[in-house]
């Protein structure tokens, strides 16, 4: 099977209507094995808190989605494991070690990060890290 790493850009476009969401929700549709880091999980509750805060969803919309998105079969690696190697990618690369902290898991797992933050993508594509970071709209 093949597997790739999700970001929480990815996963948030899913359940919401933004431009990459129908390619979002096809990719976690597809056939292959997940892997995030652990962080995945606050960054889209913050999502959800922040469109609720907006008044684009109310509590009950932002628990609901919450609960779809415990329930996906992610396999997500403690940040803990992370740590180190994601604090050397951002002082390497000038990103923040939240995003780091994806990058560091395709790294280690010799895979690719998928991501719908497309400033993160362009700032790691001319890079010696290119081959672990791919754009949703470009990924099949």
Not at 47 to 74: C, H, M, N, Y
Not at 75 to 84: F, G, K, N, Q, V
Request: net charge neutral.
């Amino acid at each position: 099977m093949k597997s790739c790493l999700l970001d929480a850009s990815v996963v948030a476009a899913a359940f919401f209507r933004e431009p990459r969401a129908a390619a979002a929700r096809a990719l976690l549709a597809s056939e292959r094995e997940f892997h995030t880091p652990d962080l995945i999980y606050a960054e889209v509750a913050s999502v959800f808190w922040k469109r609720q805060r907006r008044g684009e969803i109310d509590e009950a919309e932002a628990t609901d989605l919450l609960a779809d998105v415990l329930s996906l079969p992610l396999w997500s690696t403690p940040s803990e494991e992370l740590i180190p190697a994601a604090l050397r990618l951002a002082m390497k690369t000038g990103r923040t070690v939240y995003d780091c902290l994806y990058l560091a898991l395709a790294v280690a797992n010799k895979t690719v990060m998928v991501s719908a933050d497309k400033r993160l993508v362009n700032a790691l594509s001319s890079g010696p890290l290119r081959k672990h970071v791919a754009w949703i709209g470009d990924y099949h």
